[in-house]
């Protein structure tokens, strides 16, 4: 497996859903970064299941850091945080032992590693490890925010229901930081909500749309061709479970569009040069041009479902009907927000690591 993202900043994921802990180590953190408790303990209940929305597997989330902090500074050397799994209960799985559950991994890890990963909850496929990186990325965001770089994720649709755009980005952003559902229009949150519980109730699960703005990041960020921005953040995105699909600026709408409505023309105000429109998503070339970076991630349903499927028995090879019971999630994509704004903070202070050197989230005039 290739647990380890980033270049010159690096985060590494380990554990499973069901074992003893599950966490993170970060390194390439320069020395001096407060350590904000509050910040992590926040990351970790925007990822954390509320409600009649969520799976009841409910982790308290008691993290340890463990290596890599002194006096609530970091020391520039590896940083560790783990999570222990309380609320465990594997006899469900028992069950549908040997049955792969369509949508997840168990076909491929069997075919990967041999019958040997860990089958329940997922195991490292989980998206328990997710509150590791939720913990470790809320370090790197305050650090990026004395920089005066700012990252907010919302549903734009979830069940076929859509929020409204951004407008203001700064104070769009500012209400984002605040809501633990992640919509900006009230009406359409409560929609979103009757909709998945409606799913639930029928034993079945609802996808959606997630889009990030990552504001006030400068211009120059990006490394051409493979490590491009774009590269970059696909990436990390594509390491979430569930997501299948991201686009940046208009996405796929550019290929309906002409050149001369794409293209962002560009002005000069008071010494600095923006483009008037963003439809290339603050990025040009793979670089940062220092407009806003927008993109957008398709979270497919949860897999697990109640509804009964057809699939196959790993070892026989024989056909069966499965139904996932259990404590499940019918809906991951206002929990998966907390997991998009952790990694895309690792992403960009990587990129600026790798731009202005290894100690830019400690110096104070860049």
Known sequence: ?????????????????????????????????????????????????????????????????????????????????????????????????????????????????????????????????????????????????VKGIRIATHILRCAGIDDRDFENFSKDIEDLENKRFAVLDDKAAAEMTESIKCAAAAGDSVGGVLETVIHGIPAGAGEPFFDSAESVISHAMFSIGGVKGVEFGAGFAAADMRGSVCNDEFRAENGRIYTTTNNNGGINGGITNGMPIVFRCAVKPTPSVSVEQKTVDIKSKENA??????????????????VVDALTAFCIADMLCIKYGTDYLAKENI
């Open 321 to 338: 009907v499965i139904s996932v019971n259990g404590r499940h999630d019918p809906c991951i994509v206002h929990r998966v927000r907390a």
């Open 1 to 145: 497996m290739k647990n380890t993202f980033g270049s010159v900043l690096t985060v590494t994921v380990f554990g499973e859903s069901h074992g003893p802990a599950v966490g993170a180590v970060i390194d390439g953190l320069a020395p001096g970064l407060p350590v904000n408790g509050k910040s992590i303990e926040k990351a970790l209940l925007y990822r954390r299941p509320f409600g009649d929305i969520s799976t009841s597997r409910i982790e308290k989330d008691d993290y340890s850091v463990i290596s890599g902090v002194y006096n609530g500074f970091t020391q520039g050397t590896p940083l560790c945080i783990i999570i222990p799994n309380k609320d465990i209960k594997s006899e469900s799985y028992k069950r549908i032992s040997g049955l792969a559950r369509p949508g997840h991994a168990d076909l491929t890890a069997f075919y990967k590693y041999n019958g040997f990963s860990d089958p329940n909850g997922g195991g490292h496929f989980s998206g328990r490890i997710t509150a590791a990186l939720c913990a470790a990325g809320a370090i790197v965001t305050d650090a990026l925010r």
